[in-house]
């Protein structure tokens, strides 16, 4: 489910269908780097759907999910991260600790090395949204539209705030020796 965090657009929503409010506010998501031409260069994406297709600077974010019940953290990222970018993650990956976002949802981070050609594109399952919240008229949308690699300067004036410190915490892991990262 798309993050409904903040303003009017959250507030339907909840008014509309307030079960949907209470399932886990813990999400995990995995934020892949690469090295390009000795400059980093980090994963970021676009969420789809009716809420932001114009909006391009502040929303972005790494691809991520909830925790299903009994689901271990790690696993739930690469779930997600597959599922919404249709990439297989693979570590070693680096324990990027959590973060609380605006409208209270805790989310678990880690960082990993990877690849992704731009040619071949992104493919992100599809969520089914009520559009207008209310309308009745419902509609498939992915739930990721776009993603791309960004210099760190770069994703942060896209990402979402409460999430640059998963950036900076990726960098300090990548300049310490070894790198702490957790097997698989």
Do not use: C
Not at 19 to 28: C, G, L, N, T, V
Not at 40 to 54: D, K, R, T, Y
């Amino acid at each position: 489910m798309p993050n409904l965090s903040g303003g009017i657009v959250a507030q339907l929503f909840r008014n509309r269908f307030p079960h949907a409010m209470r399932r886990s506010r813990i999400s995990a998501g995995l934020l892949m780097y690469r090295h390009r031409d000795g400059v980093l260069e980090v994963f970021v994406a676009h969420p789809g759907g009716p809420w932001f297709p114009h909006r391009d600077l502040g929303i972005w974010t790494i691809p991520k999910g909830e925790i299903e019940p009994g689901e271990e953290p790690l696993d739930a990222a690469t779930r997600e991260f597959m599922e919404e970018v249709g990439i297989a993650p693979s570590g070693p990956y680096i324990e990027l600790g959590s973060i609380r976002q605006k409208g209270g949802k805790t989310v678990h981070a880690w960082g990993f090395h990877g690849e992704w050609d731009e040619h071949e594109g992104i493919r992100s399952n599809r969520v089914n949204i009520e559009w207008p919240p209310g309308s009745g008229v419902w509609a498939l949308w992915p739930e990721i539209d776009r993603a791309g690699f960004f210099t760190p300067e770069a994703a942060k004036e896209r990402m979402k705030p409460a999430q640059h410190p998963f950036i900076d915490r990726l960098i300090v892991a990548l300049e310490a020796s070894p790198i702490r990262a957790v097997g698989r």
